[in-house]
């Protein structure tokens, strides 16, 4: 059945694009259709459609389509889809991770073989090379940062003077995290716990967060080429047991998986005075806090660290030069400095690039709200979002493993291991 | 003359035919045969082209623990759900079909839950699972239980899917059970009553044979659903902890859109389709031969 819903979209993609394609006599003009993914709240197809406007307005040649997508796994069905029907669009924005799919599937092209003069090749380079990580394999750069964020702690301050904490030293290590969480830790008359000290979140995107803990352990949990995982080394295994015993030692956190979706609003209601959470909430929380919150940098055991996250712009194989040349001309207007400064206020996104920070727009907004400065003074310790070949699996097989660990059924050596046993098998014809 | 004029009727019996058979053939059997095939293939990338591999899908799936967990959790959310949404069903038509003040009312709220869509319904229900603050550990905090991590506990995970689903179906069959108790004749009753039969023997020998067309239908349905509802797994749970509510179908959906393999997903799909044809083949053949039709 799902066939059958994959080849009516499909047929419908078709058929529509080639009643586009017949209907539009004006050869002259280059279009372009572009598809893109929304994952966080607000109006942002609105913002897109905008920026996109101000482009075609400098850019009489060039007719852009931005279509709104779904979240990033409708984008990409979407889009590998439209590439079976034969009529792909030319530009898209998606998931960072999905590069080793989209590359597998020969759908993508790398942007090292569009750009011609110096100053484009030199463009390549002015993003946070820690957002780079994710657009990047076999020596060529395959995606753009766009929509981009990182984890961050966000914890309430009013919690901690009642805690008799000062307000303005959150946790910084793994140690204090766990120390300052117990003093958090309130419990009424009869034993029952009223606030947490502290809440990750396990479910949804467990890899994302067990990523910040690895790296926080100094291990990455995959290599550049995409085809081996560390699941079962020694820092990671050591990352794994240090979130389980938040709850079960050290008693901070609640034992058992914890809800993606509904944990901001634990943090909302002060059911826990700390949480691990994208930036892309920041915006909501400012907007609905009745407390004093702060927002800081994730705590650190050997070093500091939080993977990266979000979506990057790619280009399709299967365009002609002059479509190329005009989906980079859209995708550099959209990560101008200006742009990407705008875009980052209006969304809670990062600034991709350094220069962004530097504009008087984005310098005014971080003085006022200095919250929104944390994720981009994190890039320096941030590294690739996990991403191989066979994405999906692998990326479900430390899902698994992760709340098989964290519910008990099995020790964390034990469940990184048979995962890491299992990725193996997937990624050995890789290597 | 009786040849040609017998072969316009074969013809326009297929022109009456044809529009229905269309769809069925494009949207239905074409699917169904193309899935089959599907399943005997490896799956195909641009640069590994997909290529006959005999039962090599189905050998995996038979390895494969997770398809082996998700089937064990379907078998468990199809007996949690089936018998006790059905009997409450019944249960709620007989209820609502008796005189009782403010009918219509009632009638209404029971029927509420199969009117939203299960999306709604699965982030209503989200927060009333959700550990500590959610209505469910409120309502218990009253009486000194303490909190629980509803969802997030593997051996209580499908129980809360279970309720949820009883929840949302039992209102709709309700309403099959209610037409069909407005459709049994008023003089049955009365005759038994004369006889001095009790309301319950009256249940049992009369209303609940006569039901029995309806409870097939019903029971059909459930079946079904128990395999076809997953749209709750999407913002609940997705299937976790550790596939402790993972169901068959939303596992074919991972494999198909999140793993991108095609071949896997067909074979589990041909799976799901036999085990849902062996179910609603038997149920016909068993209990249409105590089904009392009129």
């Known amino acids: 059945m799902f066939e059958c819903l994959k080849r009516t979209l499909a047929g419908t993609l078709l058929a529509g694009a080639l009643a586009l394609g017949f209907a539009s006599g004006a050869w002259a003009k280059v279009e372009l259709t572009?598809?893109?993914?929304?994952?966080?709240?607000?109006?942002?197809?609105?913002?897109?459609?905008?920026?996109?406007?101000?482009?075609?307005?400098?850019?009489?040649?060039?007719?852009?389509?931005?279509?709104?997508?779904?979240?990033?796994?409708?984008?990409?069905?979407?889009?590998?889809?439209?590439?079976?029907?034969?009529?792909?669009?030319?530009?898209?924005?998606?998931?960072?991770?999905?590069?080793?799919?989209l590359i597998e599937q020969d759908a993508i092209i790398a942007f090292d073989d569009i750009v011609e003069t110096d100053e484009e090749r030199a463009w390549l380079n002015k993003f946070y090379p820690a957002l780079m990580e994710n657009g990047k394999t076999g020596g060529k750069t395959w995606g753009i940062p766009f929509q981009r964020s990182t984890i961050v702690m966000y914890y309430n301050k009013d919690a901690f003077r009642d805690a008799g904490l000062d307000p303005d030293k959150p946790p910084a290590t793994w140690d204090e995290?766990?120390?300052?969480?117990?003093?958090?830790?309130?419990?009424?008359?009869?034993?029952?716990?009223?606030?947490?000290?502290?809440?990750?979140?396990?479910?949804?995107?467990?890899?994302?967060?067990?990523?910040?803990?690895?790296?926080?352990?100094?291990?990455?949990?995959?290599?550049?080429?995409?085809?081996?995982?560390?699941?079962?080394?020694?820092?990671?295994?050591?990352?794994?047991?240090?979130?389980?015993?938040?709850?079960?030692?050290?008693?901070?956190?609640?034992?058992?998986?914890?809800?993606?979706?509904?944990l901001r609003q634990n943090f909302l209601e002060q059911n826990t005075a700390i949480m691990w959470h994208s930036t892309g909430n920041l915006t909501v929380v400012k907007k609905k806090a009745g407390f004093d919150f702060g927002v800081a940098m994730l705590p650190a055991n050997k070093r500091r660290g939080t993977p990266t996250g979000g979506g990057n712009f790619y280009i399709f194989k299967k365009t002609t030069p002059e479509e190329r040349t005009a989906a980079l001309k859209l995708i550099r207007f959209l990560t101008q400095p200006e742009r990407t400064a705008e875009w980052s206020m209006k969304t809670g996104y990062l600034g991709t690039r350094p220069d962004a920070?530097?504009?008087?727009?984005?310098?005014?907004?971080?003085?006022?709200?200095?919250?929104?400065?944390?994720?981009?003074?994190?890039?320096?310790?941030?590294?690739?979002?996990?991403?191989?070949?066979?994405?999906?699996?692998?990326?479900?097989?430390?899902?698994?493993?992760?709340?098989?660990?964290?519910?008990?059924?099995?020790?964390?050596?034990?469940?990184?291991?048979?995962?890491?046993?299992?990725?193996?098998?997937?990624?050995?014809r890789y290597r | 003359m009786s040849f040609a004029r017998s072969n316009q009727v074969h013809i326009y019996g297929w022109l009456l035919l044809m529009p229905a058979a269309i769809f069925l053939i494009a949207f239905t059997y074409y699917p169904t045969v193309a899935t089959l095939a599907h399943s005997f293939f490896s799956d195909g990338t641009a640069l590994r082209p997909s290529v006959f591999v005999g039962l090599e899908n189905y050998k995996l799936m038979l390895e494969d623990e997770v398809f082996w967990k998700v089937a064990r959790n379907n078998f468990w959310f199809a007996l949690g759900t089936i018998p006790v949404s059905v009997a409450l069903a019944l249960l709620?038509?007989?209820?609502?079909?008796?005189?009782?003040?403010?009918?219509?009312?009632?009638?209404?709220?029971?029927?509420?839950?199969?009117?939203?869509?299960?999306?709604?319904?699965?982030?209503?229900?989200?927060?009333?699972?959700?550990?500590?603050?959610?209505?469910?550990?409120?309502?218990?905090?009253?009486?000194?239980?303490?909190?629980?991590?509803?969802?997030?506990?593997?051996?209580?995970?499908?129980?809360?899917?279970?309720?949820?689903?009883?929840?949302?179906?039992?209102g709709f069959f309700m309403i099959f059970y209610l037409a069909a108790l407005q459709s049994l004749p008023p003089e049955l009753e009365e005759a038994a009553k004369l006889e001095g039969a009790g309301r319950w023997y009256f249940f049992r020998r009369v209303t609940f044979p006569l039901l029995m067309p309806t409870t097939l239908f019903v029971l059909i349905n459930a079946v079904i659903n128990s395999f076809k509802l997953v749209d709750h797994l999407f913002i609940l749970t997705k299937g976790g902890p550790d596939n402790a509510s993972n169901l068959l179908l939303y596992y074919i959906y991972e494999v198909a859109f999140s793993f991108f393999d095609e071949a896997y997903a067909a074979t589990l799909t041909v799976v799901l389709l036999a085990v849902l044809a062996v179910i609603a083949i038997g149920q016909f053949v068993i209990l249409d031969k105590r089904i009392h039709y009129r």
């Open chain 1, 357 to 428: 920070y530097e504009t008087q727009a984005l310098k005014d907004y971080v003085a006022k709200f200095p919250p929104a400065a944390v994720a981009r003074d994190q890039l320096e310790f941030a590294t690739a979002e996990l991403s191989t070949y066979q994405t999906g699996r692998v990326r479900k097989l430390l899902d698994d493993a992760i709340q098989a660990a964290l519910t008990g059924t099995k020790s964390p050596s034990e469940a990184l291991g048979a995962a890491q046993k299992q990725a193996d098998r997937l990624l050995k």
């Open chain 1, 177 to 262: 995290l766990a120390a300052m969480g117990k003093k958090l830790v309130k419990k009424d008359a009869s034993g029952q716990v009223q606030r947490w000290g502290v809440m990750i979140p396990s479910t949804g995107y467990p890899y994302w967060m067990f990523g910040a803990l690895t790296m926080q352990n100094d291990q990455v949990l995959m290599n550049r080429e995409g085809n081996q995982t560390y699941f079962d080394a020694p820092g990671a295994v050591g990352a794994l047991e240090y979130w389980l015993g938040l709850g079960k030692t050290h008693g901070v956190m609640p034992e058992g998986t914890i809800e993606w979706a509904t």
């Open chain 2, 92 to 170: 709620m038509a007989v209820w609502v079909n008796g005189r009782l003040p403010a009918r219509g009312l009632v009638r209404m709220a029971y029927f509420t839950p199969t009117v939203l869509p299960m999306i709604a319904v699965a982030n209503i229900w989200l927060f009333f699972y959700t550990p500590d603050i959610g209505l469910v550990d409120q309502v218990l905090g009253m009486f000194g239980a303490p909190g629980h991590n509803w969802l997030g506990d593997p051996d209580t995970v499908l129980g809360c899917l279970i309720v949820m689903t009883v929840w949302k179906e039992s």
């Open chain 1, 34 to 101: 572009m598809y893109y993914p929304v994952a966080v709240g607000g109006p942002l197809t609105k913002v897109v459609d905008g920026l996109v406007a101000d482009f075609m307005k400098e850019n009489p040649g060039i007719e852009v389509k931005a279509v709104y997508s779904g979240n990033y796994n409708d984008a990409r069905i979407k889009a590998l889809a439209a590439l079976r029907a034969g009529q792909p669009a030319q530009l898209s924005v998606m998931f960072s991770i999905d590069i080793y799919e």
